[in-house]
């Protein structure tokens, strides 16, 4: 899997957009870019996932650059409950033998009031 | 509640004593995974199946350690002869088989292991 580099920690003031960045380099062309959070003492949680084209849906947005080296994640109007720490994890497609996730250390967000 | 759970939340044992936890995951959800997190880690992937199939482990998955998925519903992960290094967070997440991303997997809370 290609590895992917983000920032350590990241403050927000609440009701700002968070824009948290990512870097896959090395991403292979058929591999997707997944976002997931981590908030205190829970499981992690799905957040969106992409390709080639920005992705939206109702919890963030999803910016891939054209050459797919990089990407961003975009919460429109953080809150306090998105304090978490956020992993960005590139994945092959189902079925292509790789079904597990890997995840780095991510980036923790803070929400400032 | 329809989501994964796991069993127990939290577990304190003794180095040498073996542990059991189990994991149900979404109703009608094939895949199941096991992953340990250690403090300030990333989840790092264990093992996972499909239906009652382990089809894959990590290196990290020693020979004290086994995971079960009997009937291809539940699944129990059991840790033997404990050590302290195996003090962590054992996550368990499903997924649907749909051979389209995301087959996102969706996480339990997860089970807090101490050992003394």
């Known amino acids: 899997d290609a590895k992917t580099t983000q920032p350590t920690s990241m403050d927000c003031a609440e009701g700002r957009a968070a824009n948290l960045p990512c870097n896959h380099s090395?991403?292979?062309?058929?591999?997707?870019v997944y976002w997931y959070r981590q908030i205190h003492s829970q499981g992690p949680q799905y957040i969106i996932h992409?390709?080639?084209n920005n992705e939206t849906n109702e919890m963030a947005s999803l910016i891939i650059t054209e050459d797919r080296k990089s990407s961003t994640l975009i919460l429109p109007h953080a809150t306090l409950r998105d304090t978490a720490v956020y992993y960005c994890?590139?994945?092959?497609?189902?079925?292509?033998?790789?079904?597990?996730?890997?995840f780095g250390t991510g980036t923790r967000l803070t929400i400032i009031p | 509640d329809t989501g994964v759970s796991q069993d127990p939340r939290h577990k304190i044992t003794k180095r040498g004593q073996n542990v059991t936890f189990r994991c149900d995951p979404i109703?009608?959800?094939?895949?199941l995974y096991w992953y340990r997190q250690t403090l300030g880690q990333g989840p790092e992937f264990l093992t996972y199946?499909?239906?009652?199939?382990?089809?894959?482990k990590s290196r990290l998955l020693s020979d004290r350690f086994s995971a079960e998925r009997p009937k291809g519903s539940f699944s129990t992960l059991e840790i033997q002869r404990t050590e302290q290094g195996d003090s962590a967070m054992y996550l368990c997440?499903?997924?649907?088989?749909?051979?389209?991303?995301?087959?996102?997997?969706?996480f339990g809370p997860g089970t807090r292991l101490l050992v003394l």
């Open positions: 997440a499903s997924s649907p088989r749909t051979g389209l991303p995301p087959e996102t997997q969706y």
């Open positions: 992409g390709l080639k």
């Open positions: 994890i590139v994945r092959p497609p189902p079925n292509f033998g790789n079904e597990k996730l890997t």
């Open positions: 199946f499909q239906n009652e199939a382990q089809l894959e």
């Open positions: 109703s009608e959800h094939n895949r």
């Open positions: 090395t991403i292979s062309g058929n591999e997707y």
